[in-house]
Structure formats: C-alpha cells, structure tokens
C-alpha cells in the first residue's frame, strides 16, 4: 500500500513568518493530496487540496506544491497567525487515503 | 443541516466487551469511512463503503466489522474489544470517492480497560 511521509512532527514560528510542511508519498498511483487542520479535541476539516494535473494551488495564505516527479507535496503558510496553530495532515488518495502522521505547528505570537 | 454525526462521544469498555459505533451523514454521501487516531500515528482507515450495501477492508481493520444498511448510517462494531482499541474513532463521508474532500464527524474517544 501507499505509504505518506511528513516532515517536521512539530513546527514553532513566530507570527507572521512562515511555515513550511512536507510529505512524501511512494505510490505513483496516488492523484489527490488533501492537507487538513486538526484543533486540539475537534475533527480534521479539509483547508486545501491539489490533484496530480496541478502543480500548484493557492488560497489566500495558503498553498500547496506538487512534484509528480519526486513524489513529494508541501503546505506553505504565509504570514502566519496565532489561529493557525493546529495539527496539520497530509494524505495521498488513491484508491484510500493515506494519511501522514501529523505537525504540530505552534505559531508564538 | 448536521452534516456528520457519530455516536457515542465517549466510551469506556472493559476487555472483551463488545459496542457499536453509529456514524451518520445527510449530505446524501456514497461514501462513507471509519478512521482510528493514534498519538503519532496519524488517521488509519478501518474499512469503508462505496454504497448502501458495501463494505470494504481498509488499512487496519482487524477486530472491527462495519454494515450499511442505510446510505446515511455506517455502523462500526467490535465484538471482544481489546486495549490496543483504545483510540480515538471517526466517521467520515464524500460525495465521490478516493479523490473527493472528505468530511469528518467530531470523533468517538473509547477507553478499554
């Protein structure tokens, strides 16, 4: 099965800098690479996705990259703020998804 | 408009006991997920279901069985619970499949002691 690296496990910044997060996948198989936030004691809630005919994807502070090639995707956070701090997960989707185990990104205000 | 609801928020059972977990949706999903979290371990699938009558094996599902009887219900049992169950539980559902955002419920915690 698909196995989902990521990398760092925790990730403190200080406000308005920013974060950076990766993940590695092996099956090149996998098409769809969501990235979801984690509040302490609530559910994981999607923030943004990419599919493999993209290599690129941004939303407002947001982005995310892709490179088939490297099989390798990263969540960028710019300017980051104090509401941003959570647990973030990657996944590879095909034909489940497959999750990383989590950063835990912590921003000081 | 619930979204995704799971049942019971807290459990604790004692080894060897059994439960059942009910998730439910009214998105009119097809697809629907059972996911366990473990510290450092990220969200492993437990099984899944493409449809109303279809269940599938996801990553981890030893010790569990699922049925979904009702498109907007999947049910997650476990028949002799053990302390290596002991995680925290979610439902999720999509519209369509591995490449469709999936929506997650607010998680059941269980204990086994």
């Known amino acids: 099965g698909e196995n989902v690296e990521q990398h760092p496990s925790t990730l403190s910044v200080q406000e308005g800098d920013s974060a950076v997060i990766k993940c590695t996948y092996s099956?090149?198989?996998?098409?769809?690479f969501p990235w979801y936030k984690q509040e302490l004691g609530k559910r994981p809630q999607l923030i943004i996705d990419?599919?493999?005919?993209?290599g690129e994807k941004k939303d407002q502070r947001i982005a995310v990259t892709l490179n088939k090639t490297a099989k390798h995707f990263s969540l960028h956070i710019t300017e980051t703020q104090p509401e941003d701090s959570a647990v973030y997960f990657c996944?590879?989707?095909?034909?489940?998804?497959?999750f990383g185990t989590g950063t835990s990104l912590t921003v000081i205000p | 408009n619930a979204g995704v609801t799971q049942t019971p928020k807290f459990r604790v059972l004692k080894t060897g006991q059994s439960m059942t977990l009910l998730c439910a949706q009214d998105?009119?999903?097809?697809?629907m997920y059972w996911y366990r979290q473990d510290p450092g371990m990220g969200l492993r699938l437990i099984h899944y279901?493409?449809?109303?009558?279809?269940?599938a094996k996801g990553e981890v599902p030893d010790g569990y069985n699922v049925s979904r009887l009702k498109k907007q219900n999947f049910l997650l049992g476990l028949e002799s619970a053990a302390p290596s169950q002991t995680s925290v539980y979610f439902c999720?559902?999509?519209?369509?499949?591995?490449?469709?955002?999936?929506?997650f419920g607010p998680g059941t915690r269980l204990t086994v002691t």
């Open positions: 999720a559902s999509s519209y369509g499949g591995h490449s469709y955002e999936q929506y």
């Open positions: 099956d090149s198989a996998s098409n769809y």
């Open positions: 990419i599919r493999s005919n993209v």
């Open positions: 996944a590879a989707s095909y034909p489940q998804f497959y």
């Open positions: 998105m009119n999903h097809e697809y």
């Open positions: 279901s493409v449809g109303e009558g279809t269940t």
